[in-house]
């Protein structure tokens, strides 16, 4: 079966400071995306960063990026200078082969908690 | 534009009702996704459609009916729920569906069941 794991169920920082959220995943594919999505208490789930498992350069968007390991299939989520908006649960997504071609399997998340 | 958007924004409605919920995506996406997802949990795939066909039905209760009358408009219709239906449902777009796309999420519905 393959799964996504998220080994912190909850995460607190200090606003300008930096984080880093965890993610293992399982799968017997070669070439696939892995994504980052965050979830704000107004509920809307909001792409943060994506990952292409082919691609040796992690993945950066202003203050987030992607420590990408693909041969122990992790793959973790660092936030630069936490603000306040980054407060949210964010969920690790890796999108499933063989006959679910493509549904989107979810780590259990993470409740990030920003501090001033 | 990676807009999807969602009607109703909340609805409640009782066990022997029939309401649809509404999603619709003008990116030119051919797959679109409804999900399940409880408080504090991962959303849960309910459908996919690809190509205006359902591709995937994750052995949805059949008081839940997709339908997807074109390629940006996406219905659930519900009828005759239970209490544990309530949830905020979450409809998603993608270009296509498989290992490579990036699925779009809209705001959701939040279903209250009495």
């Known amino acids: 079966a393959q799964t996504v794991t998220q080994s912190q169920p909850e995460m607190s920082v200090q606003e300008a400071e930096t984080v880093t959220l965890s993610c293992t995943y399982d799968?017997?594919?070669?070439?696939?995306?892995l994504f980052w999505y965050k979830q704000p208490p107004s509920r809307q789930m909001i792409l943060v960063i994506r990952?292409?498992?082919?691609?040796?350069q992690n993945a950066t968007e202003n203050r987030f990026s992607v420590n990408f390991q693909k041969a122990a299939k992790s793959f973790s989520l660092k936030i630069s200078d936490s603000q306040l908006g980054d407060a949210a649960m964010y969920f690790c997504?890796?999108?499933?082969?063989?006959?679910?071609?493509?549904?989107?399997?979810f780590g259990q998340g993470t409740i990030l908690t920003v501090h001033p | 534009d990676t807009e999807v958007t969602q009607t109703p924004k909340h609805l409640v409605m009782g066990m022997t009702n029939k309401k649809s919920l509404k999603c619709e995506q003008h990116?030119?996406?051919?797959?679109m996704y409804w999900y399940k997802q409880k408080a504090k949990k991962p959303p849960e795939l309910m459908f996919v459609?690809?190509?205006?066909?359902?591709?995937i039905n994750e052995s949805v209760p059949s008081r839940f009916s997709p339908e997807c009358p074109n390629s940006s408009l996406l219905n659930l219709h519900l009828h005759a729920l239970q209490p544990e239906d309530s949830a905020l449902y979450l409809c998603?777009?993608?270009?296509?569906?498989?290992?490579?796309?990036?699925?779009?999420f809209g705001p959701g519905t939040r279903l209250l069941v009495l």
């Open positions: 799968t017997s594919e070669s070439d696939y995306y």
């Open positions: 997504a890796y999108p499933a082969g063989g006959t679910s071609y493509g549904k989107l399997t």
């Open positions: 998603a777009s993608s270009q296509d569906s498989g290992l490579q796309e990036t699925q779009y």
């Open positions: 459609y690809s190509y205006e066909k359902l591709s």
């Open positions: 990116m030119g996406h051919r797959a």
């Open positions: 990952q292409e498992a082919y691609k040796q």
